[in-house]
């Protein structure tokens, strides 16, 4: 499976963008997706992840309430939205995708094994 994420840009604080992840080589509807951050000096985390049939959600809890993960199967697309940005939602953004994953594991970057290249978020205050 190939990712390719977009989407980012800056925009101030309160703002909102909406982040595209096209997969390409495999059903999309057969994995997992999650979205994953990395801001400059910080340890990339998790920030949302939907399963296989978009039934179930979760969201780390500095973006609850302001993000939503979703899938779009039939264009083998995922999104996030985001809104209320904050200048601490400044990272690269990363769409990821495994197999099913287990719910315990699903916060962690080293369940998925695919990944695209990042898109960047900058909020400026």
């Known amino acids: 499976v190939q990712l390719q994420a977009s989407g980012g840009g800056l925009v101030q604080a309160g703002g909102f963008l909406r982040l595209s992840c096209v997969a390409s080589g495999r059903p999309f509807r057969s994995y997992t997706m999650a979205w994953f951050r990395q801001a400059p000096g910080k340890e990339r985390e998790f920030v949302a992840a939907i399963r296989l049939s978009g039934g179930s959600t979760f969201y780390a809890d500095s973006v609850k309430g302001r993000f939503t993960i979703s899938r779009d199967n039939a264009k083998n697309t995922g999104y996030l939205q985001m809104n209320s940005l904050k200048p601490e939602d400044t990272a690269v953004y990363y769409c990821?995708?495994?197999?099913?994953?287990?719910?315990?594991?699903?916060?962690?970057?080293?369940?998925?094994?695919?990944w695209g290249q990042g898109t960047l978020v900058t909020v400026s205050s």
């Open positions: 990821t995708a495994h197999g099913s994953v287990i719910i315990s594991s699903i916060r962690y970057d080293a369940s998925y094994h695919y």
